[in-house]
């Protein structure tokens, strides 16, 4: 957008130019500045809907522009990690990726494009000559010495199953110089290797901005020290601004929103295609892989660029002695709607605890994760704001309300499970029926009170609106008020 806009200004001092007397010349400058801030306001505004408008079309699963905000978990996975390993069972080497010439034997080869983990996507890694060309979406990997051929279709997404991602092809073309025509000639000749991710799927989710792109995007680029290249397929030109420093800190380049790239043709000595690691943990299988990339250091790195001042719990901000923990309560408005929450920070400030309650959705990313880091405990009730975690100093105590419905797996894997990668610690408080509002909607002989895995059998459409968006939670203060004293004393 940037070079949209330095076009344009140019093209006015051209038109506007010389010759013109003092007065005249100021005069028209401020009718110029108007007239520029509306250019600039026009094509900020076409911006923002040539983005969305496709994104918005594109979405069958339901967004609405109102709920971009991170309030959904709408990923298949947290339906059932046992459910979803059936929706797996599809062949490994079935789903997106297919080579097409299995005749060949080439093993090195079948190492360079490969699934990872069992439901997780394609990743692709490359070098030599590299040649990525935008209006075929297809890389071409040419390799002179080799006498072989051979392409794969890849889908650049941490989770093959993630709806609309543009697919890509890999073409790796071997062999003399009668081959040499098959590939595109450079445009753009790059020195530093490039990176190609999706930014379409689930990342409009602000759980799944970290899980499925900002954390699995580190964890392929660490070692480059931000001489790396982006191409964004299905590139989202808001969600780029809205984390602009977690990603500057990981290129010094400007993001290519390579789609959008007609008739170009970028070359690179090195190239990886897809993500790999999501839900926040590297995966154990990968490690052999991994060159010192983790969740910490991913954390330090999220502590330099959003200039957050707290490594550790507990430690006195203004030297008061002996420091007060300092509790953030995650406040959600419009569903699993904390009623209580003006009691629980009563309670809680009984107990000793200096208490904020705040609604991420209020503030800016950068506003927010300065808010989490000033604190020592933060709790809520499951959702995607629970992500903010990442922004507390090591040692800091994350609990989870787990709302009714037997939804507890998959509020640890997203939100349990990473805390120890992140040296902070977990805790959670497991709700009632008498906590539940659903006690009110249903008899208590309806099966979403009496048999929450029957409604489970209907699908996660189903589990989403009966247990995540029609349910409010009124903790029993005498019961949660145990779990603050506990949190307490991890802290003390
Ligand atoms: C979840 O998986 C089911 C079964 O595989 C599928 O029908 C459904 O469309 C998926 N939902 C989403 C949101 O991906
Ligand atoms: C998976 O693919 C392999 C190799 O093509 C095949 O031998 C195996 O039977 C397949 N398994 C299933 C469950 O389809
Ligand atoms: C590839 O190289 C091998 C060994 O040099 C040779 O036997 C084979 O015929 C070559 N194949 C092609 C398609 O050129
Ligand atoms: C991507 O390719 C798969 C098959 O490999 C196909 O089923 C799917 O429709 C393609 N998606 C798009 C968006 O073209
Ligand atoms: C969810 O996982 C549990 C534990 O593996 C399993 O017992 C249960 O049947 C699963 N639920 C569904 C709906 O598949
Ligand atoms: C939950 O609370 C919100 C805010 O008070 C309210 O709008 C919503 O209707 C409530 N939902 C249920 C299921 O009670």
Redesign the pocket.
């Known amino acids: 957008m940037a070079s949209v806009h330095k076009k344009k200004l140019k093209i006015y001092s051209g038109i506007f130019g010389g010759g013109l007397s003092r007065s005249q010349g100021k005069r028209l400058l401020r009718l110029c500045g108007v007239i520029l801030c509306f250019i600039l306001l026009f094509s900020i505004w076409s911006d923002i809907f040539k983005t969305l408008l496709p994104t918005l079309s594109r979405s069958h699963?339901g967004f609405k522009m109102g709920n971009i905000a991170p309030a959904r978990l709408?990923d298949?996975e947290t339906?059932n990690v046992s459910e979803l390993s059936e929706?797996d069972n599809v062949n490994d080497t079935k789903m997106s990726f297919q080579p097409e010439d299995n005749s060949a034997t080439f093993h090195e080869e079948e190492q360079l494009c490969r699934k990872v983990g069992p439901h997780y996507g394609d990743n692709c890694d490359f070098e030599g000559d590299i040649r990525v060309q935008a209006n075929s979406a297809t890389i071409y990997v040419f390799k002179p010495k080799q006498n072989i051929s051979k392409s794969w279709n890849i889908k650049p997404y941490v989770r093959w199953?993630a709806?609309n991602v543009r697919n890509w092809t890999v073409k790796l073309i071997g062999g003399n110089d009668k081959h040499k025509n098959l590939i595109p000639k450079c445009t753009h000749n790059h020195n530093d290797p490039a990176i190609l991710y999706s930014m379409s799927g689930y990342i409009v989710n602000y759980y799944h901005s970290f899980s499925d792109f900002l954390f699995p995007l580190y964890t392929v680029c660490f070692g480059f020290h931000r001489d790396v290249h982006f191409l964004a397929s299905d590139f989202v030109w808001w969600l780029n601004g809205k984390f602009h420093e977690v990603i500057e800190s990981l290129t010094r380049h400007q993001v290519i929103d390579i789609d959008n790239e007609n008739g170009q043709v970028h070359c690179y000595p090195k190239i990886v295609a897809g993500l790999k690691n999501p839900n926040l943990v590297i995966e154990q299988s990968e490690q052999k892989y991994e060159t010192g990339a983790s969740m910490l250091n991913f954390k330090k790195l999220i502590r330099r660029a959003y200039s957050l001042p707290r490594q550790k719990a507990m430690e006195s901000i203004q030297g008061q002695k002996p420091p007060i923990p300092h509790l953030l309560i995650i406040s959600r408005k419009r569903t699993r709607v904390l009623t209580n929450e003006g009691k629980i920070s009563e309670a809680a400030n009984e107990l000793g605890f200096e208490v904020v309650t705040a609604d991420p959705d209020t503030l800016t990313v950068s506003a927010f994760a300065q808010l989490v880091n000033s604190c020592d405990l933060m709790m809520g009730i499951h959702g995607a704001a629970l992500t903010n975690m990442i922004f507390l100093p090591d040692n800091a105590v994350l609990l989870q309300i787990l709302p009714f419905g037997e939804i507890d797996n998959f509020g640890r894997l997203y939100f349990g499970n990473p805390t120890v990668g992140m040296n902070i610690r977990y805790l959670e408080y497991k709700i009632t029926t008498e906590e539940s509002s659903l006690s009110q909607q249903y008899s208590t002989d309806d099966p979403v009170l009496s048999d929450p895995m029957s409604i489970h059998k209907k699908?996660?459409e189903t589990i989403y609106s009966v247990y995540l968006e029609n349910q409010n939670v009124t903790v029993n203060l005498g019961r949660f008020k145990d779990t603050l004293v506990q949190a307490k004393n991890l802290l003390s």
């Open positions: 699963f709408l298949n339906s929706n199953y709806p699908g996660w």
